[in-house]
């Protein structure tokens, strides 16, 4: 983060705090939006048939051991349930950089030093613009129809504080009061009160734009939490008492309280064992997976091979939030940030995409890409950008619509009074049609004012 502005790091560090319920708040600046999920209590579940360790916010009265019958009826309800991921590019991603404008003079005018103009990738949809080279994987999705790219989203009069934009992203409207985030009205609407793993921070903290009102959502460190133990028992022993206990599920329904809450672990654990054994003897993290994914230090990959696996198995997923590798707060070096970090993202979405593809689960699941806002368009004295204003969002998967929606007009039609990117395309017009074409949901019940919103054809 040595390349990064303080008010990054506070924002961070903040949005950390309010996650990690009890941990305690930083100060921070008067007028400040509070992050969404402030005040949401924290309760810890083990779905013991998985041994899934969850922190479980929101849960209300409801009692904890009842999420875990919740959860297989969620399952058993709804399979084919479609999934979208929300993927945050933290920091403000140089959108002039990763779509690059190579061909417009003013963009090697405002850019003497970082300008990609000999070695972009072309993008097959406007020949004035390039693909960063540490971008390729995207390039390669986008050939195949798989990419819709938005290369200029954002909003009017854009605020460029870390914190505060981030904030209207995540709660899907520029009011700073907000506690719910947009992904959480969603559910508070169309999910369930005893199924916490429809909302699934994979971060191990709270997402705020998971935050609900109502709903049960969770956080979970990764995949690799899953196991199925025993006090004492373990090897050969423990696969046969789990074989014996399996046929104790014919019990459900029966009258008799307590063979039927065993009746329903054993369903589960008879249901999952087999789904889930890869877990926890992954080898690099890669959960059982066809494909090979990155193998990073940081532990980003394997958590999107999980993610997969999760799915795989069966869970009942419906919004799932997590932050990219990167740190793209690019104040200075921003070549070489920027590159390590769109590296190893992009490596990794191409690598979810196949495993989704090879485990047919690929029309079930899109992936939006986001950040909080884009770099300004002329670089700064230190090799690096700073703050601007619209930036790139991106939604990979095989019925994203797979072509460009907005449009990227030469610059010197397209910077505001301060040299900024402005927006041709507001992001709340891409939430909007997201819950309506993706989720099938009426979008006013999470966004608001979303009759006012144009509707984009992002979905096939």
Same mark, same amino acid.
Request: glycine share 10%; charged share 20%.
């Given at each position: ?8 790091? =506070?924002?961070? &560090? ?7 319920? @009890? ?18 209590? *924290? ?64 963009? +090697?005018?405002?850019?003497?030093? &970082? ?29 195949? @129809?798989? &990419?819709?790219?938005?290369? $200029? !989203?954002?909003? $009017? ?63 979970? =460190? ?14 050969? !022993? ?12 014919? /019990?459900?329904? $029966? ?62 997923? =419906?919004?799932?939030? &997590? =932050? ?7 104040? /200075?070096?921003?070549?070489? /940030? ?6 190893? $993202?992009?490596? %990794? ?10 485990? @047919?689960?690929?029309? *079930?699941?899109? %992936? ?7 770099? +300004? ?20 998967? /095989? ?12 610059? *010197? ?14 992001? *709340? ?32």
């Amino acid at each position: 983060m040595s390349g990064c502005c303080n008010e990054f790091s =506070r924002s961070s &560090l903040l949005h950390q705090a309010v996650a990690e319920a @009890g941990a305690g708040l930083p100060a921070i600046e008067a007028g400040m939006p509070v992050p969404a999920g402030t005040g949401l209590d *924290r309760r810890s579940l083990l779905l013991r048939s998985a041994g899934v360790a969850l922190a479980v916010y929101g849960a209300g009265a409801l009692r904890l051991p009842l999420f875990e019958e919740g959860v297989l009826e969620a399952a058993e309800a709804a399979p084919n349930q479609p999934v979208l991921v929300s993927l945050f590019l933290d920091g403000g991603a140089d959108s002039l950089s990763l779509l690059a404008p190579v061909d417009d003079s003013d963009y +090697r005018r405002l850019r003497p030093k &970082l300008a990609l103009v000999d070695s972009g990738l072309a993008f097959t949809e406007d020949p004035r613009l390039r693909w960063h080279p540490s971008a390729a994987p995207l390039r390669t999705l986008h050939l195949e @129809g798989k &990419l819709t790219v938005l290369p $200029t !989203v954002g909003y $009017t009069d854009a605020d460029q504080s870390h914190f505060t934009s981030r904030h209207y992203w995540e709660v899907g409207t520029t009011n700073a009061g907000l506690r719910t985030g947009w992904l959480g009205r969603y559910l508070d609407r169309a999910g369930r009160r005893d199924n916490p793993l429809q909302g699934l921070s994979l971060d191990g903290e709270l997402a705020p734009p998971l935050a609900t009102a109502k709903a049960p959502v969770a956080a979970l =460190r990764g995949a690799d939490q899953y196991r199925f133990s025993a006090p004492g028992v373990w090897g050969d !022993v423990e696969r046969e008492m789990l074989e014996t206990i399996a046929p104790l599920g014919n /019990a459900r329904g $029966t009258r008799d309280k307590s063979l039927a809450a065993l009746a329903n672990t054993s369903t589960q654990v008879a249901r999952l064992r087999g789904q889930l054994a890869a877990f926890g003897g992954s080898q690099g993290g890669n959960f059982g997976s066809p494909i090979a994914y990155p193998t990073h230090r940081s532990g980003f990959p394997q958590r999107l091979a999980g993610l997969a696996a999760m799915l795989a198995a069966g869970l009942p997923l =419906r919004c799932v939030a &997590l =932050r990219a590798y990167g740190m793209y707060d690019t104040h /200075a070096d921003q070549p070489e /940030a920027l590159s390590q970090g769109l590296k190893l $993202t992009t490596e %990794t979405l191409l690598a979810f995409q196949r495993d989704l593809e090879a485990r @047919g689960l690929a029309d *079930r699941v899109l %992936t939006l890409v986001w950040s909080e806002f884009g770099r +300004r368009a002329e670089e700064n004295g230190s090799q690096g950008t700073d703050h601007g204003a619209a930036g790139i969002a991106l939604l990979m998967g /095989a019925r994203a619509r797979g072509q460009m929606v907005g449009e990227f007009p030469r610059l *010197r039609d397209a910077l505001d009074r301060s040299g900024n990117l402005k927006a041709t395309v507001d992001y *709340r017009s891409m939430y909007t049609s997201l819950l309506e074409q993706w989720f099938d949901f009426d979008a006013a019940g999470a966004i608001p004012n979303a009759k006012a919103y144009r509707r984009l054809q992002l979905v096939k």
